[in-house]
């Protein structure tokens, strides 16, 4: 039995995928989380044998959460399950430590494939995913001004082009307006840009703008 915990904020998702994984029978849902630290608190807990990850709830999330998991639990196995795009979190996520990265577009068809593949040691990504990130280990290619930014300002930068302010996202990612001001003012020097209207139109330019949408 592959014992799982469900950690997103949206109880309208938390229950659908419970109602994805009723019909299989070496599936359990043993807890849920709607927040990093509730989930933080179930990995320390234990008693479970994968994570199922949204990428975006209040308080710690994304990359960083990750990060965080994998310290205090290496072995657990984590899969992120996203609304936002592959081509924008999904190699970070995997480097971070995920085991497996899909699209809750997807869910309904791959999801119960991807968790058993998962729990059993192997990684769970599409192809373009793969092919992203043989190009990170090839030499001589060109990295995207968005590629140098860390996990963090990435973060930030994905939250200014969807239109948060920085008031919210402080308030989104529990910093301070002034620290959030510094990773938007590091984001630009980063880029080579000069204002939040040209970090916008690249976004658009490079398909980055379109993870918020939920």
């Not at 799982?4 to 043993?30: F, N, Q």
């Not at 990850?53 to 996203?82: A, N, Y």
Request: glycine share 8%.
């Amino acid at each position: 039995m592959i014992r799982i915990v469900i950690a997103d904020d949206h109880t309208i998702m938390r229950e659908g995928l419970k109602r994805i994984l009723d019909g299989a029978e070496d599936i359990a849902v043993v807890g849920e989380a709607v927040d990093g630290f509730e989930a933080l608190a179930h990995v320390r807990k234990g008693g479970f044998d994968l994570l199922m990850l949204d990428l975006s709830m209040p308080g710690r999330s994304g990359v960083e959460l990750i990060r965080q998991i994998k310290d205090e639990v290496p072995k657990l196995p984590i899969l992120v399950l996203t609304m936002h795009d592959e081509e924008q979190y999904a190699v970070r996520a995997i480097r971070a430590g995920a085991r497996g990265y899909l699209t809750k577009e997807s869910a309904g068809t791959q999801l119960v494939s991807a968790i058993r593949k998962v729990a059993s040691g192997r990684p769970y990504i599409s192809q373009e995913v793969a092919e992203q990130l043989a190009m990170e280990v090839m030499p001589a290619h060109e990295e995207l001004p968005h590629k140098q930014l860390s996990n963090r300002e990435f973060e930030v930068f994905t939250l200014l082009v969807g239109g948060k302010s920085i008031t919210e996202i402080a308030d989104l990612l529990h910093l301070s307006a002034k620290t959030v001001s510094t990773h938007k003012t590091r984001v630009l020097q980063k880029m080579g840009m000069n204002s939040l209207a040209e970090m916008v139109q690249y976004a658009v330019q490079n398909r980055l703008i379109a993870s918020f949408k939920n």
